[in-house]
């Protein structure tokens, strides 16, 4: 078995360790033994060999669309499977529906070293998708999206991309900041702040008025680890984020101390709410909808919650938007943005021709304008596809979104997540340490010596 496949299945026990419930893995053959990722397949010919096959079969579609919060996502994969269930004869479409953070950390891990993935999964591209691709687990979908058309309207690819081949696509965009009391912050003279030293004095104001500065919820370290991440973005600049997988650049750097410093002062400081460690993801929005909490770092998906009557309430129209501000009056805004986060497909689908007309079905539904466009006013996703930002605006007045809008217009440096540039175990390191810090169990220096040391570990094992 290969370096990769082994370092898949020793996470899938860190991953064990670390999260509540495992998923069971499929046994079956390694990923050296899977079947290349669509070679010698032509698509056009599958779409003919099974016009005159009626025979049932099925596909699984495993997602992540679990919760009230991802409903209208649920509901736009629905449609697309009735259409691609019309369009294919035979075929069922078989929905599989695991939390995200267990499905990506635990349930497709196992089954990628099991080398029997579904025919279709939740996966984000960059590391998770360029890993599988390696071990030839992936459907290299560039034929596919150059026959529908559509290779060339993506914002970017370049998370699902190895080797020039695309191996997944990406299902929307994201940026990540502040969610805020707008009723809350008119009502006390308050205004959105130009630098993260206003940010602070906005905390103490609103802690000294007996409310909750920041919503916050970190059982799942990689809440907590979107302030992590945009502090380390603007006390190092976000290029250091790229130079750990190549070991031109170290967790150790002064600034990234100084950043874990910072996230560690506001919570001595009281800014988050006491026992954060215990608060599931529907905790911190549920503080804000409240009114316990007045803001909250969360990705832009997250508006979706606060325009829905059935999960905001009366708080429907009174919640706004702004990015995190930078360290001076004055420097560039600097802002997680990127489409890591989609759907891919196993590569022995291309052995079967009806399972992969399916899959060109699939995605000739659901990578369409009509469907981005939908995303962006229903469930308040940013396009993965490339569209004008005045015909963003013009897909939503709801206040909310506008200020979304506004908020990546402001932008003057993007960024991808951490974890879609360094390797899982990584990620896993520094999982822990930023709990720890919560916990204050670890001091910062020493925190980022262990993610450190993970950081070298992958690297060596990489080689």
């Known amino acids: 078995m290969r370096k990769s496949l082994t370092l898949l299945l020793s996470l899938v026990f860190i991953a064990s360790a670390l999260l509540a419930g495992c998923g069971n893995s499929n046994s079956g053959n390694n990923g050296k033994n899977a079947a290349p990722a669509n ?29 009230d919060s991802k409903k209208f996502r649920l509901a736009m994969l629905e449609d697309v499977v009735k259409q691609t269930e019309a369009a294919v004869p035979g075929l069922t479409i078989k929905l599989d529906a695991v939390d995200s953070e267990v499905n990506r950390k635990e349930k497709l891990r196992g089954e990628m070293a099991a080398g029997k993935p579904p025919e279709v999964f939740d996966v984000f591209g960059s590391p998770d998708a360029q890993l599988y691709a390696k071990e030839g687990l992936m459907l290299d979908l560039t034929p596919i ?63 000294a008025d007996g409310k909750i500065p920041f919503a916050q919820s970190s059982k799942d370290a990689w809440i907590p680890l979107m302030t992590t991440n945009n502090l380390w973005s603007y006390y190092a600049g976000p290029e250091i984020t790229y130079g750990f997988k190549t070991g031109t650049t170290k967790w150790t750097d002064e600034k990234m101390v100084t950043a874990i410093a910072k996230h560690r ?17 529907a905790d911190m929005r549920n503080q804000v909808i409240t009114g316990e909490a007045i803001m909250m770092m969360d990705g832009s998906w997250a508006n979706s919650v606060f325009r829905d009557p059935a999960q905001a309430g009366d708080m429907v129209g009174k919640i706004g938007f702004f990015n995190m501000p930078p360290v001076n009056a004055g420097d560039p805004v600097v802002v997680m943005q990127d489409a890591n ?9 291309a052995e079967d021709p009806r399972k992969l007309a399916a899959v060109k079905e699939f995605i000739k539904n659901m990578w369409t304008d009509e469907m981005q466009l ?16 005045e015909q963003m605006k013009t897909a939503s007045d709801d206040p909310l979104m506008q200020d979304i809008f506004k908020a990546v217009s402001e932008i003057g440096t993007s960024f991808p997540a951490f974890d879609a540039l360094v390797q899982a175990e990584v990620n896993t390191a520094l999982s822990m340490g ?4 919560i916990g204050g169990e670890i001091e910062p220096a020493k925190m980022l010596e262990n993610v450190q040391a993970a950081q070298e570990a992958a690297n060596a094992a990489a080689e």
């Open 145 to 207: 999206i150059e026959e529908l058309g559509i290779k060339d309207k993506f914002t970017t690819l370049d998370p699902f991309t190895l080797d020039g081949k695309v191996y997944g696509l990406p299902i929307g965009g994201s940026i990540e900041g502040y969610f805020y009391n707008k009723e809350y912050f008119e009502a006390k003279g308050l205004t959105v702040p130009k630098t993260l030293g206003e940010l602070e004095q906005l905390a103490e104001k609103i802690k």
């Open 341 to 349: 986060n989609g759907y891919g497909f196993s590569s022995a689908v």
């Open 374 to 389: 939908r995303g962006l006013k229903e469930d308040g996703v940013l396009p993965a596809m490339k569209m004008d930002l």
């Open 434 to 437: 930023i709990q720890q810090i």
């Open 39 to 67: 070679e010698g397949q032509s698509t056009s010919n599958a779409g003919t060999e099974t016009e005159t096959n009626n025979d049932p079969f099925e596909i699984t579609i495993r997602h992540t669309q679990v919760g």
């Open 265 to 281: 002062e506001w919570v001595q400081k009281g800014y988050y709410k006491k026992g954060e460690l215990g608060f599931e993801y």
